[in-house]
């Protein structure tokens, strides 16, 4: 091999899709580097990008914890976590518990009804660390308007209250409204 092809082939090994990732600080490309023993992924524009990242890790995002937040599987609390298809949050338990939930998933199951109290949240179901469902306002530490019952987006129509709730009975699920001053119950739906 010639001095020349063998520049050649040094440059396109490195070169290689393979071995390449874009930056995410710069517009610049991922390459592995190595210093003594150590070897490492480097942006090809060192020295005016200085990013590394190690060879194992496969982000460079650590897991934030999720405040009162607890994996429903084994009660351990939950880390927002990031993976290859984007951000998860997951078991803090991990491995032993690969509890995953997909932090879109809570965000759909959206709003049930505009809360009465502030006129700015909503009401969304959530379920505290023992399993229980309750209806609290989302704009939560602010407004600490909560039902323990499913709302329903109607009025009432004895006190105009913006919400009323679903109770089951014997008869089947009425509507009642969640005001300790009214009384109104409507006909078994
Ligand atoms: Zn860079
Ligand atoms: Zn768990
Ligand atoms: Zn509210
Ligand atoms: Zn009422």
Known sequence: ??????????????????????????????????????????????????????????????????????????????????????????????????????????????ALADCPQCGKGSLIERSNKYGKVFYPCDAYPKCRYALNDRPVAQTCPDCGWHVLVEKKSAAGVRLKCPQKSCSYSSEPL
């Not at 396109?12 to 517009?27: N, V």
């Not at 999720?66 to 609390?77: I, K, S, V």
């Open 1 to 110: 091999m010639t001095e020349q092809n063998k520049d050649a082939a040094l440059f396109s090994a490195q070169h290689s899709d393979a071995d390449t990732k874009p930056c995410p600080r710069c517009d610049g490309q991922l390459r592995i580097k190595h210093i003594g023993q150590n070897s490492f992924w480097g942006c090809s524009n060192y020295p005016a990008c200085d990013y590394t990242r190690s060879l194992q890790e496969t982000s460079d995002f650590e897991p934030q914890p999720l405040p009162d937040a607890y994996c429903p599987e084994c009660e351990h609390p939950l880390l927002l976590k990031k993976g290859r298809f984007g951000f998860f949050i997951g078991c803090s338990n991990f491995p032993k518990c690969d509890y995953i939930a997909d932090p879109d998933a809570e965000e759909e199951q959206g």
